[in-house]
């Protein structure tokens, strides 16, 4: 041990090393599974006590989300009877047979049965059309955005309100309801509110007076009045200002009020990244001789859309959920669905409203999660293009 | 500058003025930038421009491409007046480069596609030809090589380059230049100025805001002092350095020159 004291470096003295020191594993508390536990859970005591009462938290959640959704669940049955609690099963969990029999009705509202069918490949137009457009790497992609904002707009109208020349025969917008329903409020309101809102946001930014003073009028009315009140406007005080025959459909109506009003939102949210562009940008491309579309497009829009993904995600969840709210000037969408099938004398119990809200609950958590998921893909891949600014 | 290439080795300009200030005013606000501006810069001349912080030389080298709009006099580009306008604007624009103080390319396209977007959507060039095109530039300020990266990825003084390469690539008429050096570290600066006295050795018509005194003496055939928004002195780089008449000339050489 002495020879290996004298290798030691004193700062005091003059000293010169003669051998390296190799690199060593770090001590046993650091390592393994036990060292992230020491690290991460239990690093003091009141790491120790929060640890300890959320993991408390969470088995007693979990447990009961389990019991419920599973182990006292009822899984066959034809009506209310089976999931009623009896002597011999005091606890009933989730009645999946009330939304095995009821799921059509979720999915296509009162469409008629026959018709049916159209719903179905309008889900799955839509689905290659998400695909194509949201895959990076698709192939043609400028073939999938025709597709996406040309060809399925137009099929999927004809297919979904009929065309009695092609033999598809009309099916009025107040059978459509449920999946349906929120898949159309809330596409129609993501696809529309990002350009308009784009336009928008420019606008506001335009050195015309009129056309800013029209884009800050309305982004600031839209902004100052609750969705309620426009879907209540475009339903109930529309038809008094416009003549009977000459009123949009009511789902039209609706449509064009949560199109309107998310754009207001989305035009904030551009509006924020394009103030986060430096002014430089604007110079540098106004100097090359670009235009203002062309500056807009080629150069401002697709940086500051970038920056601005995480709060136009956030914006589309919140929309996404906000298309509940037609249900108030009567339009069947999921929920609505869910709110009318739990009601049904046929399956009146206890557990079927807590079992028709988690299936809601279900739906409209895979769907957000699957947005903020690719949100964050978009933003690493993106930041991983252009390392350092 | 280690070459010994000076103004009188370099092409006598030709006639035609590029451009033309005639008595230009400019205010911001009730701010008097730009007070009686004249200047006429000859196809193939290199004017520097300097002078104390605050003194207008941006603005008026903006004023030359219509970033900044003068309120009084005439400017002329290339024959094509600037007026209110917007198609003189535009074509003014299109025969001006421009190089900034800080570089300003678009970090979200590469090198080349900084290099190839104005004349594919400006000038209508064929994608094919536009990269040709850039590619040639590129290799004329030496990095032909990063092509393909982004400007995040490069050096200031690599950056710089590049931005001279995409202004060069529209063949403007004449080139500005606004301070081009004073952002980047000083082992950068020369790679630079050695750009710019190569495209000044072609016959590049220039007007080049800067406070490198070595590259002025080397290079301009005027060096212009701007003070308080006027034009204080002009003169050939040798009487400009070593008989200045005005007192701030004097002072402000005193102080740059240390
Ligand atoms: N957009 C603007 N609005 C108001 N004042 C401005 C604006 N741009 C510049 N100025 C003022 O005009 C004057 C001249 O500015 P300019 O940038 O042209 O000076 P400069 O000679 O380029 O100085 P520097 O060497 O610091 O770059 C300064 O006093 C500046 O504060
Ligand atoms: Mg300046």
């Known amino acids: 041990m002495t020879g290996v004291a004298g290798e030691r470096a004193y700062a005091d003295l003059a000293f010169v ?5 190799g690199a060593l594993p770090p001590p ?3 390592r393994g599974p036990w060292g992230w536990l020491r690290a991460n859970l239990f690093s003091s005591a009141f790491n120790i006590v929060l640890t300890v009462v959320m993991l408390a938290l969470i088995v007693w959640i979990g447990k009961s989300t389990i019991d419920f959704l599973f182990i006292d669940a009822v899984w066959v049955g034809h009506d209310r009877t089976a999931c009623m609690a009896s002597e011999q099963r005091p606890h009933v969990g989730a009645c999946w047979p009330f939304v095995w029999e009821r799921l059509n009705y979720f999915t296509y509202g009162s469409y008629p049965i026959p018709q049916r069918w159209r719903v179905d490949v309008f889900f ?8 194509w457009l949201l895959w990076l790497e698709a192939p043609r992609r400028d073939l999938g955005a025709l597709y996406f904002f040309v060809v399925l707009p137009v099929c999927s109208f004809i297919l979904l309100s009929g065309a009695p020349a092609l033999g598809l025969e009309t099916v009025d917008t107040s059978l459509w309801g449920g999946v349906l329903v929120t898949v159309v409020v809330s596409t129609v309101g993501i696809v529309v509110s990002l350009p308009l809102g784009i336009v928008l946001a420019l606008g506001r930014r335009s050195r015309m007076p009129a056309v800013r003073l029209f884009s800050v009028i309305f982004i600031e009315f839209v902004r100052g009045v609750p969705l309620i009140t426009v879907l209540f406007m475009a339903s109930v005080m529309l038809p008094l200002f416009v003549p009977e025959d000459l009123t949009p459909d009511k789902l039209l109506r609706a449509l064009i009020g949560i199109a309107l009003f998310a ?3 989305m035009a904030e949210v551009v509006r924020a990244g394009l103030q986060a562009i430096p002014r430089g940008q604007y110079e540098a491309a106004t100097a090359l001789g670009l235009k203002f579309w062309p500056q807009m497009g080629l150069v401002i829009l697709p940086q500051a ?3 601005t993904i995480p709060n136009i995600v956030n914006t589309t969840i919140g929309l996404f959920k906000d298309t509940t709210l037609v249900f108030i000037v009567g339009i069947f969408d999921l929920l609505r669905t869910i709110e009318v099938a739990r009601i049904d004398p046929k399956w009146a119990t206890p557990v079927t409203s807590p079992t028709g809200y988690a299936v809601a609950a279900l739906f409209y958590w895979v769907f957000c999660y699957a947005m903020a998921r690719y949100a964050r893909h978009m933003e690493l891949r993106l930041s991983a293009g252009q390392e350092r600014r | 500058m280690s070459e010994k290439t000076t103004a009188a080795a370099m092409p006598p300009p030709a006639d035609k003025p590029v451009v033309e200030l005639i008595g230009v005013h400019k205010w911001f606000g009730a701010f008097h930038v730009l007070r009686d501006v004249n200047l006429t810069v000859r196809r193939g001349e290199r004017i520097v421009i300097a002078g104390p912080s605050g003194g207008g030389k941006s603005t008026l080298i903006r004023c030359i491409n219509a970033i900044e709009r003068h309120q009084q006099g005439r400017i002329v580009v290339n024959g094509v007046e600037l007026t209110s306008d917007l198609k003189r604007i535009d074509e003014v624009r299109r025969e001006v480069g421009m190089v900034f103080q800080q570089f300003n390319l678009f970090p979200h396209l590469t090198v080349l596609e900084n290099c190839t977007l104005a004349p594919i959507w400006v000038r209508k060039l064929p994608k094919a030809q536009a990269e040709e095109l850039a590619m040639q530039y590129l290799k004329r300020v030496h990095i032909p090589e990063q092509a393909k990266k982004y400007p995040g990825q490069l050096s200031g003084g690599q950056q710089q380059r590049v931005a001279i390469a995409r202004a060069l690539c529209m063949n403007p008429k ?10 980047l570290d000083p082992e950068m600066v020369k790679e630079v100025l050695d750009t710019m006295v190569e495209l000044a050795l ?14 002025a003496r080397q290079v301009a055939n005027r060096v212009v002092l701007m003070d308080e928004g006027q034009i204080v002195e002009a003169n050939a780089p040798e009487e400009f350095f070593n008989h200045p008449q005005h007192e701030r000339t004097k002072l402000f050489l005193s102080q740059i020159l240390r």
């Open chain 1, 17 to 21: 090393q003669r051998a390296p020191i």
């Open chain 1, 263 to 265: 754009s207001a939102y």
């Open chain 2, 174 to 183: 004449v080139m500005l230049f606004d301070e081009p050096t004073s952002a």
């Open chain 2, 202 to 215: 072609d016959g590049t018509t220039m007007i080049v805001v800067s406070h490198e005194m070595g590259f």
């Open chain 1, 28 to 30: 046993l508390a650091m």
């Open chain 1, 305 to 307: 859309l970038r920056v």
């Open chain 1, 124 to 131: 799955a137009m839509l689905a290659i059309g998400v695909a």
